[in-house]
């Protein structure tokens, strides 16, 4: 019931950010890669998942431009890139703020219909009384 | 202003969304203005510049609603269902299609106003069709967004 889009289509690049931050491990590896690169090997020990595993989930943020490997031919360390993040949230975020006008406008609305309601009912017992004095 | 409650939308399972909003007002009030045309084209809007020169609702089971908003440039959105239930006031099962398809295939849309102390509760609770369609619909991106959640992505930029 609600319209969402509004011409507000996200950039075709947000595609793969959102596709890459579905999954729960991939975010769990953003964050963990938040507080400071990190070696495959690193990555890999708080789960419970293989290095192969673990790359392959790399490989699908790495694609989505949400991380970097570093040049370190040894360790090849991973760091989070902040951009298509920021990208994502602005986009959700103005999903959010659309919702966010229509309901603004709904309190409004619902204000001005319990006013005229209590007009309404105000008149109905000015009535009920006038009848009463006549009777 | 009221009180009004703050916004919440977030993933549900594989193939829905609930969006929540707490309202200062009866719920018969609430569900008037969700099927009362006059009504809803006065909300309904989305961002600055569109209108909604198409409202129509034929509210009884079975009965088709169809919306369609212009923005300044003269671009046009439209959509429409049917009602599949009808529970006044607390209840409307409808779906919902996007004349563009977005979303991969028509959702349904289910919404539950529940009253409290003369305030409501909205929930707003859409699923799609299968989970191919909700696949589809993650191309644009939308769902798939629902999916990774406000909360988390909140959470990820506060620490970078």
């Known amino acids: ?135 | 202003m009221t009180s009004a409650g703050k916004l919440k939308v977030v993933a549900h399972s594989e193939r829905e969304i609930v969006i929540t909003r707490f309202f200062n007002a009866p719920r018969n009030l609430v569900f008037e203005a969700h099927t009362k045309p006059e009504l809803v084209r006065r909300w309904l809007l989305g961002p600055p510049g569109w209108t909604m020169p198409v409202c129509e609702i034929d509210f009884r089971v079975g009965g088709r609603y169809r919306y369609v908003w212009r923005n300044a440039d003269g671009r046009e959105m439209g959509m429409g269902g049917v009602h599949r239930e009808i529970l006044r006031p607390e209840r409307i099962v409808s779906t919902q299609l996007f004349d563009e398809d977005w979303t991969g295939g028509e959702t349904v849309g289910t919404l539950v106003l529940a009253e409290h102390n003369g305030k409501t509760t909205m929930t707003n609770t859409v699923q799609y069709a299968s989970r191919e369609a909700r696949d589809a619909a993650l191309k644009t991106g939308m769902t798939d967004g629902m999916e990774a959640g406000y909360g988390k992505l909140d959470e990820l930029l506060a620490s970078l």
Request: hydrophobic fraction near 40%; charged fraction near 30%; avoid cysteine.
């Open chain 1, 1 to 135: 019931m609600q319209p969402i889009s509004y011409g507000n289509q996200p950039p075709q690049r947000l595609d793969a950010t959102f596709a890459a931050l579905a999954d729960p491990t991939r975010r769990a590896i953003l964050a963990r890669l938040a507080s400071g690169e990190a070696s495959v090997t690193e990555l890999a020990e708080p789960f419970a998942m293989s290095q192969p595993a673990i790359s392959k989930h790399l490989k699908v943020l790495e694609r989505a431009g949400l991380v970097s490997r570093g040049r370190d031919a040894q360790r090849r360390p991973v760091r989070v890139e902040a951009a298509p993040l920021v990208e994502a949230n602005n986009w959700l975020e103005n999903y959010r703020r659309i919702l966010e006008r229509n309901f603004q406008r709904l309190d409004t609305l619902l204000d001005e219909m319990k006013a005229e309601r209590r007009k309404h009912w105000r008149a109905g017992a000015k009535r009920q009384q006038q009848k009463g004095k006549r009777q």
